[in-house]
């Protein structure tokens, strides 16, 4: 006896069929075909205002730039034997946070300078023979500092000194001067002892040896 085949029985078989065939002519995957063309750049933004300029250091150590001595008729000639000239916070631009704090005492103090012409710094105060460096004046003499801070206000004095009673100038020449500021507490810096003692301390070291010390770039 026959089976009759029913025309949706032979539209399944025939799918059956197509799909078998489909898969058997199916061959590998081929190799991934090259890049496209990149695309044309974007036009660039509108640059950004610069920033305000941020004080040297951090916490613990701030520092200026190498600062030039102001010319000659900058210096007051206070007696024929002692000269100096003033720098205040137009110069330096130190935060009020950081005036404060030097005039809290948290800081020490170190003040070098250098002449471009010679390879050597000194640690002020920094005493001169006879005939050395006569922009200052011909006899022995002492370059020194001072600091003054009000909590809103910021100045720093270099004046020379004759040591024989000779006179003396403040000329500029090829004279620079830097400030460091340490912080005598917290962190690694903590000082063991009085803040007179660790600025003498710290004295006693090249000015080399005080950037190594405390990640200060020369």
């Known amino acids: 006896m026959k089976t009759k085949v029913t025309k949706t029985r032979w539209f399944a078989v025939l799918i059956t069929l197509i799909m078998l065939l489909t898969v058997s002519c199916e061959g590998p995957e081929g190799p991934e075909g090259p890049a496209g063309p990149i695309g044309p750049k974007g036009e660039q933004g509108i640059k950004g205002d610069k920033g305000d300029e941020g004080e040297m250091g951090n916490a613990n150590v701030k520092y200026t730039e190498w600062i030039a001595f102001a010319t000659q008729v900058n210096w007051a000639q206070r007696r024929p034997d002692f000269a100096l000239f003033l720098h205040c916070n137009d110069i330096f631009q130190f935060s009020a946070q950081t005036i404060k704090d030097i005039t809290d005492g948290k800081y020490v103090s170190l003040c070098y300078i250098k002449n471009t012409n010679h390879y050597y710094t000194w640690n002020l105060p920094a005493f001169l023979a006879v005939s050395d460096f006569t922009e200052f004046g011909p006899g022995r003499k002492m370059v020194n500092y001072a600091t ?3 909590g809103t206000n910021f100045c720093c004095e270099i004046n020379v000194t004759s040591t024989d009673g000779t006179a003396v100038t403040g000329a500029q020449g090829n004279w620079y001067y830097q400030l460091l500021f340490i912080r005598a ?11 007179d003692a660790f600025k003498e301390e710290l004295q006693q070291l090249s000015y080399e040896e005080v950037c190594q010390r405390y990640g200060i770039e020369p």
Do not use: W
């Open 185 to 195: 507490d917290g962190g690694v810096l903590k000082s063991t002892v009085s803040s």
């Open 148 to 150: 003054y801070a009000d």
